[in-house]
């Protein structure tokens, strides 16, 4: 089954609105989780590293108060869009590694769609 | 069974060996992607591709869309390679599948 969980799969908004990403680990705890997004046809772009208990790290051209992200448990980050555009619109995908397996697990990802 | 496995799971070598790491999928595809992961880092992409073979510096990624099946060699290998490489596939409808990874230890 799957070891991390990623909700909603879809989610629709209107343009102004923020939209909520959730990001779970199931069967172990992720002091680090990451989040990406991918525009159609391209590769996976990271955004920023979610760090429980502090600040996330956002890479260059990612904007930190537009994609706001919590990590406030061993167990769960959450990516918001705020105040969303349609260009935000995307696939977004997180991903938390179990650095003793030396394993990363992957969400399902989610579609968003800014009308 | 998966839809994507990758092999070897594990991977030791000596510094300036030839390494390859494949990838098999089971689902039809639109892309194939190669990931990295270094130790406490994020993943970053090394190859996106959807036919042939492609370069890039020591790093080379081949599939074959007939045999569903996809490669990834490192020549000349150096500690700093040290990783682990991701194999995923883009099925339809934006539906992501990933290998489960192959740790890469490279030894000076």
């Known amino acids: 089954g799957a070891v991390v969980s990623q909700h909603p799969s879809r989610v629709i908004c209107k343009s102004g609105t923020s939209v909520k990403i959730e990001c779970r680990s199931l069967?172990?705890?992720?002091?680090?989780m990451f989040w990406y997004r991918q525009f159609p046809k391209q590769s996976l772009m990271l955004m920023a590293t979610s760090n429980e208990g502090s600040k996330a790290t956002y890479e260059q051209g990612v904007e930190k108060d537009k994609f706001l992200i919590n990590h406030a448990s061993l167990t769960l980050s959450t990516l918001t869009v705020t105040s969303a555009h349609p260009e935000d619109s995307s696939f977004y995908i997180c991903?938390?590694?179990?650095?003793?397996?030396?394993?990363?697990?992957f969400g399902q990802g989610t579609r968003l769609t800014v009308v | 069974k998966n839809e994507v496995e990758q092999s070897p799971q594990n991977l030791t070598a000596q510094e300036g060996e030839f390494i390859t790491i494949n990838c098999s999928y089971s689902v039809g595809i639109s892309a194939l992607h190669w990931l990295q992961q270094h130790p406490g880092g994020g993943i970053v992409s090394l190859f996106m591709?959807?036919?042939g073979k492609k370069k890039h510096g020591r790093l080379i990624a081949t599939i074959n869309i007939q045999e569903k099946h996809s490669s990834l060699h490192i020549t000349a290998s150096h500690p700093r390679d040290s990783a682990v490489y991701i194999c995923?596939?883009?099925?339809?409808?934006?539906?992501?599948?990933f290998g489960t990874g192959t740790s890469l230890t490279v030894i000076p």
């Open positions: 991903s938390a590694s179990d650095f003793i397996l030396r394993k990363a697990f």
């Open positions: 591709l959807s036919s």
């Open positions: 995923a596939v883009e099925g339809g409808g934006n539906q992501f599948y």
């Open positions: 069967d172990f705890q992720a002091t680090t």
